[in-house]
């Protein structure tokens, strides 16, 4: 199957510093790429969609301005967690999908990163 | 009242054992059904992939959904310790790939050899 690299894998920031978490698509052109969270013991969550070229789309209760999302090109997504908290420690994992053929339906994921912050 | 429900188990069968997964939802907007399996420090992989109520079978995993009682079954046959992984219900009201995915808690499948 497709491949999308997420990078880092594993995170430790200060409280109060910002944390750039890259996902990238590496053989194919991702039009559409999604964030999720997942806290222990708890679902994935969608944080939000975003299309190339264009702003990306929060769901309910993820705030904007704390969560960056930059999807400037077809193969690359950046989630920047602004001024990080404690409470914002989480497993953050993000896919990318894609149009054309028979799999422009399945979303591929990436390893995710493991963030915590002290 | 949680939109996917899946028991996170552990559920833990013998070698060789059927293995049946599920998930309700309460969204009756849900069109498109999927398992995914995930083993640990990796992402999720897609599994299986239906759209609407029936049944789609691939080799040893057959998924079943049933739209009117919103209850959705992963079956797998001669089950391999290679299957002991934490599998993830996900579900999505449109196909066309602008549509997040809603998932449940996962379930955590142990094969004993």
């Known amino acids: 199957g497709a491949v999308v690299s997420q990078h880092p894998s594993r995170v430790i920031c200060k409280s109060g510093t910002s944390v750039k978490i890259e996902c990238r698509s590496l053989d194919f052109q991702a039009t559409t790429m999604f964030w999720y969270r997942q806290f222990p013991k708890q679902s994935l969550m969608l944080m939000a969609t975003s299309n190339e070229g264009s702003k990306a789309t929060y769901e309910q209760g993820v705030e904007k301005d704390k969560f960056l999302i930059n999807h400037a090109s077809l193969t690359l997504s950046t989630l920047t967690v602004t001024s990080a908290h404690p409470e914002d420690s989480s497993f953050y994992i993000c896919s990318a999908r894609f149009w054309g053929g028979p799999m422009n339906t399945e979303a591929f994921f990436g390893q995710g990163t493991r963030l915590t912050v002290v | 009242q949680k939109e996917v429900e899946q028991d996170p188990g552990p559920l833990s069968v013998p070698e060789g054992a059927i293995v049946s997964l599920n998930c309700t939802y309460s969204?009756?907007?849900?069109?498109?059904f999927m398992w995914y399996r995930q083993y640990s420090r990796k992402g999720p992989e897609l599994l299986m992939y239906t759209y609407s109520s029936g049944n789609k079978e691939d080799g040893r995993f057959t998924a079943q959904v049933d739209k009117s009682s919103k209850y959705i079954s992963l079956f797998i046959r001669d089950s391999q310790p290679s299957d002991s992984a934490t599998y993830l219900c996900a579900m999505s009201r449109s196909g066309g790939g602008a549509d997040g995915l809603t998932f449940g808690k996962g379930t955590h499948l142990i094969i004993q050899p």
């Open positions: 969204n009756s907007a849900f069109q498109y």
